[in-house]
RNA sequence: GGGGAUGUACGCUAACCUGGUAGACUACCAGCUUUGGGAGCUGGUCGUCCGAGUUCAAAUCUCGGCAUCCCCA
C-alpha cells in the first residue's frame, strides 16, 4: 500500500496545485482514504472494523445532508419515532425469510456482565422486527391508516468483506428508516412511487446521478414482494446501492400479526413498505465530485459554505480584520454558513485546508481590496476568481453556487453515462465492455433460466431491471420479443 | 470459513535480518518573524500493541493474545 501521507507533490504553479495525486478511478480506495483525511471527515484510527469516529466537520455534513431526507419525509407526512436497538431472539425470529436473510450478520448479546441472558439479544441490522412487534399496537381500524414513520438510528451488520468509512460499515450511523403500512396493496404500490419520488428528489440535490431498478424476484429483501434499488457507480467502476424501496406485501403482517379493522368489521392485514438511507449517501458525494485537492461539496450539505480568507501585511492588518469581520456579519446574517478563519497560518495554506474540505466559496479579502471596497470570491469547483464589490458580494455568491450546482449535476451525469452503458447482445457485451467497469444493460424476457444464463455467460452479476423507453427489443438469451425490458449487470460494492 | 502480511510519536518512516543510547520528516506547543497558493529561525512535548518466555540485556529472537490490511471461498 501507498504512503497514508505522501510528501506533497510538486507544484505545477498557483492554483493547479494539488493535495495529493492519486488517480481515483484507478485507485480509489487509496484517494478516497486520503480525502477523507484531509476534510477530517471520519477519523478510521479506532480499533474496530467498520466502526469509525464522527469529526465536527464530517459530522455537520451528515447532519445536514440528513435534515433534508427529514424535510422531504416530513413534508409527505411521514411522522419521526424511535424504537429500541435490542430485539428479543423471539422477535426477531418470527419471519423465517427475514431471520434467514439477516441472523447471520447481526451482532448477538447473550451476557449482562458475566451473567447469561435467558434470551439472546439481537441488536438491530434493521428495524422490522423491531417496529412492526410494537406497532401491531398502534394499528386498530382502517381509520389509523396509511401510518408513515421514520426513524433515525444505528444499525450494526457483521460485514465480514472489507469496509471502508462511510461506504459499507458495521455500524451504520443515521441509517433513516421509513416504515409505512397501508390498507391495500395497491395504496403499498403508491407508496413505493411516492418513496421512489422522495428519494429521486434527494439524491437529485445531492447531485449524485443513479438508476432505478427493480430487483430479480429471487433477489429480493429478506421477506419482502419486491424492492426497487437506486444504483450508482463509485470511480473505481463498481455499481453501489444508494437505497431501497421495499414493497413488504403481507408477509410481515402475518409474522406479526397486523391487522385492522375494516369498515365492514371484518380484520385485514395490514400491506407495509419500508426504505432507508443513510451515511452511505456522503461517502458517495465524496467520492464521485472530489478531487486531488479534496472534497467538492454542493452548498446544499457544505458544513461551511463560505470561507473568508484574510490577506495580512505587517503593520496593515486591522482594515483588513475590520473589513473581514464585516463580510462575515453580513453573510451570516443572510443565513450563509460561514467561517472568518483568523488563524496564524499563511493564506496558502489555508486555501488548501478548506479546499480539503469542500467549502463551495473562499472569499479573500488584502489590503487592495479594502481600498476599492472589493472582495476576490473564488469557486471550489472550477477555482475560477472574480473581483467582486462587497456590496454585490451576495448576489454574486448565490449565483456561484447555482453554477456549482449546475456543474456539479452536469459532471454527475457526464460521469454516470460513461458508466452506464448498453448493449443488444452478448457478443456486443465481449467485444466492446473490455475494461469491465460499471454497470451494462441487456434485453431480457423476464424469465430465470435467461437471466442466469446471460449472467453465466458475461460473468457480471446481475443488478436489477428496468422498462425500456422503446420496443423492439429482443432478449439477449432466448430472442423473445414480448414482454423485453432492460436486464442490468456489475460489480458492486 | 481458509490463507498471507503487518503492528515503532497524530501521521509517515529509520533502527529489526546481525539483541546493546529508539532517530528523521510531518503534526502539535511557546517565542520571534512572515502572510495575494503549503515561509523561516530558536526552543519544547509526545512513541516500540498487550502478555509470557529466552538473555547480563528485547523495538529486535520465540510463543500466545489483540488489532488492522490484503487475497481466496
Redesign the pocket.
Known amino acids: ?1 501507498a ?7 510538486e ?1 505545477k ?3 493547479s ?4 495525486n492519486i488517480d481515483k478511478a484507478k485507485n480509489f ?1 487509496d484517494w478516497y482514504d486520503r480525502a477523507i ?2 476534510a477530517q471527515m471520519v477519523d ?2 479506532y ?5 469509525n469516529a464522527w469529526m465536527p466537520y464530517g459530522f455537520k455534513a451528515l447532519k445536514l445532508m440528513m435534515r433534508q431526507m427529514e424535510m422531504l419525509l416530513d413534508a409527505k407526512d411521514h411522522h419521526e419515532v424511535y424504537f429500541p436497538m435490542l430485539v428479543p431472539e423471539s422477535i426477531f425470529g418470527k419471519e423465517s425469510e427475514f431471520l434467514k436473510g439477516f441472523s447471520g450478520e447481526s451482532f448477538v448479546v447473550t451476557h449482562a456482565g458475566k451473567n447469561p441472558l435467558t434470551e439472546k439479544l439481537y441488536i438491530r441490522p434493521t428495524s422490522e422486527t423491531v417496529m412492526y412487534s410494537m406497532v401491531r399496537e398502534w394499528i386498530r381500524s382502517f381509520a389509523d391508516l396509511p401510518l408513515k414513520l421514520y426513524q433515525t438510528v444505528n444499525v450494526f451488520r457483521y460485514e ?5 468509512p462511510m461506504l459499507r460499515v458495521r455500524e451504520v450511523v443515521k441509517f433513516k428508516e421509513a416504515h409505512t403500512f397501508h390498507a391495500t396493496s395497491k395504496d403499498a404500490d403508491s407508496q413505493i412511487k411516492e418513496g421512489i419520488e422522495i428519494y429521486s428528489e434527494f439524491f437529485d440535490m445531492l447531485m449524485i446521478p443513479y438508476l432505478v431498478v427493480k430487483t430479480l424476484p429471487w433477489d429480493t429483501f429478506a421477506g419482502a414482494e419486491y424492492n426497487f434499488d437506486f444504483m450508482s457507480v463509485i470511480p473505481d467502476g463498481k455499481g453501489i446501492e444508494l437505497a431501497s424501496v421495499i414493497n413488504l406485501g403481507t408477509k410481515f403482517a402475518k409474522a406479526y400479526d397486523l391487522k385492522y379493522e375494516t369498515e365492514k368489521g371484518d380484520h385485514e392485514y395490514v400491506h407495509q413498505t419500508c426504505y432507508g438511507i443513510s451515511e452511505r449517501e456522503l461517502g458517495v458525494v465524496m467520492a464521485i465530485h472530489g478531487d486531488n ?1 479534496g472534497l467538492i461539496l454542493p452548498p446544499l450539505i457544505a458544513p461551511i459554505q463560505i470561507v473568508i480568507v ?5 503593520g496593515r ?1 486591522d482594515p483588513v480584520r475590520k473589513m473581514c469581520n464585516e463580510v462575515l456579519g453580513k453573510l451570516t446574517k443572510l443565513g450563509f454558513r460561514v467561517e472568518f478563519d483568523d488563524s ?6 489555508k ?3 478548506w ?2 474540505r469542500g467549502v463551495p466559496v ?1 472569499i ?7 481600498e476599492a471596497g472589493k ?2 470570491s ?1 469557486r471550489r469547483d472550477t ?1 475560477a ?1 472574480a473581483s467582486v464589490p462587497v456590496a454585490e458580494l451576495e448576489k454574486s455568491i448565490r449565483l456561484a453556487f447555482e453554477e456549482i450546482n449546475k456543474t456539479l449535476k452536469e459532471n454527475g451525469q457526464r460521469y454516470f453515462s460513461a458508466r452506464v452503458l448498453h448493449f443488444a447482445t452478448t457478443k456486443e457485451v465481449k467485444e466492446k465492455y473490455t475494461e469491465r467497469l460499471g454497470m451494462l444493460g441487456l434485453p431480457w424476457c423476464g424469465d430465470q433460466g435467461c437471466a442466469k444464463k446471460l449472467e453465466k455467460d458475461i460473468d457480471i452479476p446481475t443488478i436489477g431491471f428496468k422498462p425500456y423507453e422503446g420496443k423492439g427489443q429482443k432478449c439477449a438469451s432466448c430472442g423473445k420479443t414480448a414482454g423485453v425490458t432492460e436486464l442490468f449487470f456489475g460489480r458492486t460494492y
Open positions: 500500500m504512503d497514508k501521507k505522501p510528501k506533497r507533490e507544484s504553479g498557483d492554483s496545485k494539488v493535495t495529493f480506495p483525511e484531509v478510521t484510527r480499533p474496530l472494523k467498520g466502526m465480514t468483506r472489507m469496509t471502508r485537492k484574510p490577506i495580512y501585511f505587517a492588518e496564524g497560518k499563511t493564506p496558502g495554506e486555501y488548501y485546508k479546499e480539503a473562499r479573500e479579502i488584502g489590503p487592495r481590496d479594502v472582495a476576490v473564488v477555482g476568481k
